[in-house]
């Protein structure tokens, strides 16, 4: 199992401005993924995070937008720039310990006015 | 890319009575597995199945594969209020990766 500490909880933000989001993990691993899920939808895997190298964005997400660091293996960022009212969502941070089985951090919930 | 369609959105039920969601896949799935997601809060892994066929059953809850592992199904029997929240399938995303794609969910109200 993996615990993933995930900051902040939730932000109202300025449109035009960005939000770093953090997720901590509580053990190595090799794989982090961010997914999107808007009130009342499901989830969409925003991108990879690879430790080493650039993430891996899914179609409809570009790293301008959506930057991702991974210094190590047991932490990544999110960073929402330029942000304007249709960025309003939950963000997730998201690990495979190896099972095959997604832990999810608490989620980030982000408003933007 | 992979998807799985889930069915329904929501469903309403009375306490004590069952629940079932749906999980359809146009193409053959290697695994796939299902998650719970109480209001408020974040998914929390469920099961894996991997095997035509499979049944695995946790407690009230069954879980099932289909032969040809296209689809697969979640019945709740007896459904309680702290059942309540939206259950999500997940295939692994196309091109042979292990990385969760999700279904829509299906949203248990469950009314006392």
């Known amino acids: 199992s993996a615990v993933i500490s995930q900051k902040p909880s939730r932000d109202i933000c300025q449109r035009g401005t960005s939000l770093t989001i953090q997720c901590q993990v509580d053990?190595?691993?090799?794989?982090m993924f961010w997914y999107r899920q808007q009130p009342g939808q499901s989830l969409t895997l925003i991108a990879t995070?690879?430790?080493?190298?650039?993430?891996?964005?899914e179609s409809g997400f570009v790293i301008d937008k959506f930057p991702i660091s991974r210094p190590n293996l047991t932490f990544s960022t999110l960073t929402v720039s330029n942000m304007s009212p249709e960025d309003s969502s939950i963000y997730l941070c998201s690990v495979d310990t190896g099972s095959n089985e997604a832990f999810f951090g608490q989620g980030t919930r982000l408003t933007v006015v | 890319g992979q998807q799985v369609m889930q069915i329904p959105q929501y469903q309403h039920v009375q306490e004590g009575e069952d629940f079932t969601t749906y999980c359809n896949s146009s193409t053959t799935l290697s695994n796939i597995q299902w998650y719970k997601q109480r209001p408020g809060g974040h998914p929390v892994f469920l099961i894996q199945?991997?095997?035509?066929?499979e049944v695995k059953k946790q407690k009230r809850l069954t879980f099932q594969f289909g032969e040809a592992k296209k689809n697969s199904s979640l019945h709740i029997t007896a459904t309680q209020t702290t059942d309540v929240g939206t259950y999500f399938c997940?295939?692994?995303?196309?091109?042979?990766?292990?990385?969760?794609?999700f279904g829509r969910g299906t949203s248990l109200i469950v009314h006392p």
């Open positions: 997940a295939g692994p995303k196309a091109g042979g990766s292990y990385i969760p794609t």
């Open positions: 995070a690879n430790q080493g190298s650039e993430a891996t964005y």
């Open positions: 199945l991997v095997k035509s066929g």
């Open positions: 053990s190595q691993v090799t794989m």
